[in-house]
């Protein structure tokens, strides 16, 4: 065998080598990397999701309270008592209860869609 023989087949072996190692160990760890990336990317969007939702259930719960209060209190001031008075059912405690309840249902319903 020549020596010009010798030296292609030296770098023959070197190039067939270097993309069996690429092809071998260098694109499965971009891959295995890639993954992990999108798998991430994917648990941080559904955790985010998650206390997006669970932000506006608050929300909407806090709103309901809200909302309750005031009609709360303003029935008080309409039968003409004080601010944190109570109520019976004659006085109109059953519906703003029956209102503010079904304010929370609704407030669940659209927090499980989710």
């Given at each position: 065998?020549?020596?010009t023989n010798k030296?292609?087949?030296a770098i023959v072996?070197?190039?067939i080598l270097w993309l069996s190692y690429t092809a071998l160990i260098v694109v499965?760890?971009?891959r295995i990397a890639a993954k992990s990336q999108s798998e991430r990317l994917e648990i941080y969007t559904k955790t985010l999701m998650e206390a997006k939702?669970?932000?506006e259930y608050s929300n909407c719960r806090t709103s309901a309270y809200t909302v309750y209060s005031i009609d709360w209190e303003a029935q008080?001031?309409?039968l003409r008592k004080s601010e944190e008075c109570t109520l019976n059912v004659y006085e109109?405690?059953?519906t703003i209860e029956e209102r503010y309840n079904n304010e929370l249902k609704q407030c669940l319903s659209i927090y499980k869609a989710r």
């Amino acid at each position: 065998m020549s020596k010009t023989n010798k030296i292609v087949l030296a770098i023959v072996m070197i190039v067939i080598l270097w993309l069996s190692y690429t092809a071998l160990i260098v694109v499965p760890r971009e891959r295995i990397a890639a993954k992990s990336q999108s798998e991430r990317l994917e648990i941080y969007t559904k955790t985010l999701m998650e206390a997006k939702a669970k932000e506006e259930y608050s929300n909407c719960r806090t709103s309901a309270y809200t909302v309750y209060s005031i009609d709360w209190e303003a029935q008080c001031k309409l039968l003409r008592k004080s601010e944190e008075c109570t109520l019976n059912v004659y006085e109109g405690s059953k519906t703003i209860e029956e209102r503010y309840n079904n304010e929370l249902k609704q407030c669940l319903s659209i927090y499980k869609a989710r």
